[in-house]
């Protein structure tokens, strides 16, 4: 005699579409979001746990980010990047948004500061809006009322415009690192952070230089490289520390999540 499955219970099923459900419905409005990541790998983790980890406390439920990753191969990367071969690494991110853009993505981000070196390039060659760093750092830098800080990354990003120029052009100025520390983080992060390798007395030289930024006067510090935060503790130093990772995060939650909040509020 064939044994018939229980039919689960009308509170079984109640909860089962509370779950599934949450917050936000059925999640139509949710954007997905394209992630040029892979520079490094570790960063590239960090974004889709924090992105993930937001979506889901905003949607409660089962909720999770519609994401699409193209992960490029550092080593590749870093070869054209400290060679000069901009062009190579402009190219390279290009054809990955173009990817993401075929799988379907409402917008675009750049998992790497010193990647930002070839945003606009990336934003000219594809039709889905692009979230900047720099610009989610300045917004969240001045919301806190912060106008003077350090900024902290590779040699590319504590030098030239691409996350410089969009804090400065928010009034905030930037505190001058001497160039012996510049060597110093930007080593740290291509041959330490990037490959994943926390080293302590690493961690000691990025708590000291954060002590001496402070002696200078500076409001914040900020870790503009999204590996940095693997080796600088932001709740245990002499002045606050804002990690472009999380920020940057956050903003692609609001961005993902803005139609779906539009869509609540109208119901």
Known sequence: MRRIAPTPSAAIQLQSRRLLAGKGGKGKALRKLGIIGGTSWSSTALYYD??????????????????????LNLAQVAEMELSGDWDGVAETHIEAAKRLVKCG?????????????VYEA??????????????ATADKLVADG??????LGTR????EPHVRGRLESRGISLVP???TWIREVDRIIFEELAAGRVVRDSQRKLKT???????????????????MVLAVDVRANVLPVYDTT???????????LAEEEEARVAA
């Open 122 to 135: 990336v934003k000219s060659h594809i039709r889905v809006p692009m979230l900047h760093i720099g610009e």
């Open 177 to 179: 690192v001497d160039p």
């Open 146 to 151: 912060r106008s003077r800080i350090a900024l």
């Open 209 to 227: 230089l954060v002590t001496e930024l402070s002696k200078q006067k500076a409001q914040a510090v900020v870790l503009g490289c999204t590996e």
């Open 246 to 256: 999380a920020i940057h995060a956050r903003a692609c939650v609001e961005w993902m």
């Open 50 to 71: 924090h992105i993930n980890r937001g979506v889901a406390q905003r949607l409660g439920g089962l909720n999770s980010a519609l994401l699409a990753i193209e992960s």
């Open 156 to 159: 590319f990003t504590m030098t």
């Open 105 to 117: 993505v409402d917008g675009v981000i750049i998992t790497s500061n010193t990647g930002h070196k």
